[in-house]
C-alpha cells in the first residue's frame, strides 16, 4: 500500500473516531443540534481521545486494552448515531453553505495530507 493511501486511510480512521464519538456524547447529554453539534463534538472527540492517549501514556501495560476500549467506543457511538438517526438529523438542518463549508474543510484536510507527501528537490545556490 502507498504512503499516501495509508495516509489518507489514518486520516479517515481518526475524522470518524473524532466526530463520532464526540457527537454521539454530545447528542446524548445536551440539546445541540446542526452545527453546534458538529463543533461541540468534534472537541468532545479531542478531549476523548486525549483522554485515551494519557491513560496509554500513564501505564504502558494497559495500552492494549485502552487501544480496544478506544475501539469500542467507535463501534457503539456509530451504532448509536445510525440507531437515533442523528446523522440524519444533522443533515436535515445544516443549510446549504454549512455543507459547503464542511466539504472544503474535508478537501482541506486532504490537501493537507497529499502537501507533507510531495517530494521536493533544495535548489543549489550559485555563489
Known amino acids: 500500500m502507498s504512503e499516501?493511501?495509508?495516509a489518507y486511510l489514518l486520516l479517515l480512521w481518526v475524522t470518524i473516531s473524532i466526530l463520532s464519538t464526540g457527537i454521539a456524547l454530545c447528542s446524548r447529554?445536551?440539546?445541540l443540534?446542526?452545527?453546534?453539534?458538529i463543533g461541540y463534538g468534534a472537541g468532545a472527540g479531542v478531549l476523548l481521545h486525549g483522554i485515551f492517549g494519557l491513560l496509554i501514556a500513564l501505564s504502558w501495560h494497559v495500552r492494549p486494552y485502552v487501544g480496544v476500549l478506544a475501539i469500542l467506543c467507535l463501534v457503539l457511538a456509530v451504532g448509536d448515531l445510525v440507531r437515533r438517526r442523528v446523522w440524519r438529523d444533522i443533515a436535515v438542518t445544516l443549510s446549504r453553505p454549512m455543507r459547503?463549508?464542511?466539504?472544503?474543510?474535508?478537501?482541506?484536510?486532504?490537501l493537507c495530507v497529499a502537501v507533507v507527501h510531495v517530494k521536493g528537490r533544495l535548489a543549489r545556490q550559485n555563489g
Not at 443540534?33 to 453539534?37: N, T
Not at 464542511?102 to 482541506?108: A, G, H
Open 4 to 6: 499516501l493511501l495509508s
Open 29 to 31: 447529554f445536551t440539546p
Open 33 to 37: 443540534k446542526g452545527m453546534e453539534l
Open 100 to 110: 459547503l463549508a464542511l466539504m472544503l474543510w474535508l478537501v482541506f484536510l486532504m
